[in-house]
């Protein structure tokens, strides 16, 4: 027990000894700690000292500055005012000055104004003054000439246009006249160089249509028993057979030149074999037949080979071959063809155009002719929906479609090809015509003369060449003739269709006849 309490004692001690030693080391922090926080507030309070007397300093300094760059500006400030005064008064000099100019210039311009009042009033009064003497001429005028004002208006109007229409004539015949001679000199040059270059046939080939006989007792045969013969030969071949009284002749008349060559053909043939009779009329007509196209396609393709043309579809090749049994008023048209293509192809040379389009299109301008006689449509329609068919490009399209004039021509190849068709049909011997055609063109001619106002007679000469217009000299003056002149070609141009070209040519005249008795 008592060592319990002993224990018990000292642990009570030790715990009394344990919290006095914590309270004096709390009493000891405290101490240090006031201490330090003392000395942190001297600290503090010198520094604050210190911070509010360097604030001071650099205020009053901050002070001083601002006083020095405010003096500093007031001073800039008041000099720059003393400039702006200056230039102001300056001013105001200036502009009192133009104030005073002013009022001197208005001053004078009232004086002015006031003087042209006065003469506008005494313009006024003299131009009343002439409107009166004007009227009293003018009365005077209209009783003397015997013309009313707007008569003798129109009476001037009408000298006027008289005198418009003389010069305007002259103009034109002026430029005419320099155009035509400058175009003539060129055109000349080029077409007889071409023409000179080209040696083609001037004369006319027809196509034969008539087959000699060794006798007459072969027409009978020909005919055959009750005509059988010659009846399988209209069959087979689709031509008509004449057997007349014309010694050793029998003549064949087709509309298909080529039928009518292969029925030529055939029919020599029968004549030389002798034996004549239906199944021999069948096979020989077959051969004949082959011959033929056989001859078409070489002739074709030697057309090519002169025109020097190629890569051209086979079937065009066919339709130039055909052109050889082909004619046109007389003229061969393959030939024709071949002599528009070498003429195109010189011109295009002289003129630096595309030459190998030119001869092309000459050669092929034609190959509707081929067809024209099988199918509806005129040539050129036929030629050209087949240069489109057998993909010929554009330019050769145009110029066979335009080698008429029918459509205008695009190019420059299509020209050459109009003008080369031109000089091939227009040369002496190149063509023939028939009367009743020939006829007609004249009296043709002649109506589109005679159809306008002011025309008496009209007269076609040199086979359709020139046209003779006597025209009424009262109402159609010099100057006119030459505008009537002009309006006439033009009609011809856009109505008919001619090789070559037409001169027109009017004669005014005014006779007077007297008698002497």
């Given at each position: 027990?008592?060592?319990l ?10 715990i009394i000894?344990?919290?006095i030693?914590?309270f004096l080391g709390?009493?000891?922090r405290?101490?240090?700690a006031e ?8 600290e503090?309070?010198?520094i604050?000292?210190?911070a ?7 205020k ?13 500006q ?20 200036r502009?009192?000055?133009?104030e ?6 208005t001053?004078?311009?009232e004086?002015?104004e ?19 003497l004007?009227k ?32 305007k004539?002259?103009r034109?015949?002026?430029?005419e006249q320099q155009t035509?001679?400058d175009?003539?000199n ?14 083609a046939?001037h004369a ?10 060794p006798n ?18 209209e ?13 050793e ?15 030529r053909i ?14 021999r009329?069948?096979e ?11 001859t078409i396609?070489?002739?074709g ?7 020097g ?13 055909k ?18 293509s ?6 295009a040379?002289?003129?630096?155009a ?10 092929l301008?034609d190959i509707?002719k081929?067809?024209?006689?099988e ?5 050129i329609?036929?030629?050209?929906e087949?240069?489109k ?6 330019l ?5 479609e ?11 190849v ?12 227009a040369?002496?011997?190149a063509?023939?015509?028939d ?5 007609k ?5 002649e109506n ?5 106002d ?6 076609a000469?040199q ?6 217009i006597?025209?009424?000299?009262e109402?159609v003056?010099d100057?006119?003739?030459i ?6 070609a ?9 090789p ?5 040519n ?10 002497a008795?």
């Amino acid at each position: 027990m008592d060592i319990l309490s002993l224990l018990i004692g000292v642990g009570i001690g030790a715990i009394i000894f344990a919290i006095i030693g914590y309270f004096l080391g709390i009493s000891h922090r405290k101490r240090t700690a006031e201490a330090a926080i003392g000395s942190a507030e001297k600290e503090a309070d010198r520094i604050l000292t210190e911070a509010l007397n360097t604030a001071e300093a650099k205020k009053k300094e901050t002070i001083i500055e601002a006083k020095e760059e405010i003096q500093k500006q007031r001073n800039e400030t008041e000099k720059e005012l003393r400039e702006r005064r200056a230039e102001v008064q300056k001013q105001e000099k200036r502009i009192a000055q133009k104030e005073d100019n002013l009022d001197a210039k208005t001053e004078k311009l009232e004086k002015k104004e006031a003087i042209l009042e006065e003469k506008l009033k005494a313009a006024d009064a003299k131009m009343e003054e002439v409107e009166s003497l004007k009227k009293s001429q003018l009365d005077i005028l209209e009783r003397i000439s015997g013309y009313s004002q707007e008569q003798a208006k129109a009476l001037i109007i009408s000298q006027l246009d008289d005198q418009l229409d003389h010069e305007k004539a002259v103009r034109i015949q002026e430029v005419e006249q320099q155009t035509k001679d400058d175009c003539d000199n060129l055109a000349r040059e080029i077409i007889t160089t071409a023409i000179q270059r080209c040696a083609a046939d001037h004369a006319a080939e027809a196509t034969v249509s008539v087959v000699p006989l060794p006798n007459d007792e072969m027409k009978g045969r020909i005919i055959g028993r009750e005509g059988r013969n010659v009846r399988t030969l209209e069959m087979i071949t689709g031509v008509s057979l004449i057997i007349d009284d014309t010694p050793e002749v029998i003549t064949i008349s087709s509309f298909d030149p080529v039928r009518r060559e292969i029925a030529r053909i055939t029919i020599e043939k029968l004549i030389q074999d002798g034996r004549i009779h239906p199944a021999r009329i069948e096979e020989l007509y077959e051969k004949a037949k082959r011959e033929v196209e056989q001859t078409i396609k070489q002739t074709g393709e030697q057309a090519l080979m002169e025109a020097g043309v190629d890569r051209v579809h086979p079937e065009i090749v066919k339709l130039l071959g055909k052109l050889r049994y082909r004619t046109s008023y007389g003229q061969n048209v393959l030939k024709h063809s071949l002599e528009v293509s070498f003429i195109a192809g010189l011109m295009a040379s002289e003129l630096g155009a595309d030459v190998k389009s030119a001869k092309r299109a000459g050669l092929l301008h034609d190959i509707g002719k081929a067809l024209d006689h099988e199918m509806e449509g005129t040539h050129i329609a036929l030629g050209t929906e087949y240069a489109k068919r057998y993909k010929e490009n554009d330019l050769i399209c145009n110029a066979i479609e335009a080698h008429h004039g029918t459509v205008e021509p695009k190019s420059t190849v299509a020209v050459l090809i109009q003008a080369a068709d031109a000089i091939s049909a227009a040369r002496p011997g190149a063509r023939r015509e028939d009367l009743q055609n020939y006829i007609k063109r004249l009296e043709a001619l002649e109506n589109i003369a005679t159809s306008f106002d002011g025309v008496d007679k009209s007269f076609a000469i040199q086979a359709g060449r020139e046209v003779r217009i006597i025209v009424n000299p009262e109402k159609v003056t010099d100057d006119k003739m030459i505008l009537m002149a002009r309006e006439i070609a033009e009609k011809i141009e856009s109505s008919m269709d001619y090789p070559g070209e037409i001169k027109v040519n009017l004669i005014r005249e005014t006779r007077a006849f007297g008698v002497a008795k």
